[in-house]
Nanobody, 120 residues
């Protein structure tokens, strides 16, 4: 199984920046796409950004040009650099990883979530 540990959330003023990190550990064969989701109070969880093992990325329209997702395959870590933050970015951010187990099955793991609060 894979365990994901997130860090980097916090309180920031509008226009500020934060960087989230998510490190994967455990017993697995390989980690494939990794992504960041977020869930604001009263809203459904939504995909913010996703990155393939090869570095292909995709973003939620509202964060394009402001957020950058990246990963370090050697460290099994994914990052989310968030710039020009807006109050509407306030949410709990979750890391997600799709991976292949030692038995060659596919599975997915979630982090515990990290709060990002943007004040106006």
């Amino acid at each position: 199984q894979v365990q994901l540990v997130e860090s980097g959330g916090g309180l920031v003023q509008a226009g500020g920046s934060l960087r989230l990190s998510c490190a994967a550990s455990g017993n697995f064969f390989r980690i494939n796409p990794m992504g960041w989701y977020r869930q604001a109070p009263g809203k459904q969880r939504e995909l913010v950004a996703i990155i393939s093992r090869g570095g292909d990325t995709n973003y939620l329209d509202s964060v394009k040009g402001r957020f950058i997702i990246s990963r370090d395959n050697a460290k099994n870590t994914v990052y989310l650099r968030m710039n020009s933050l807006k109050p509407e970015d306030t949410a709990v951010y979750y890391c997600n990883a799709n991976y292949i187990t030692r038995s060659m099955y596919t599975d997915a793991a979630w982090g515990q979530g990290t709060q990002v609060t943007v004040s106006s």
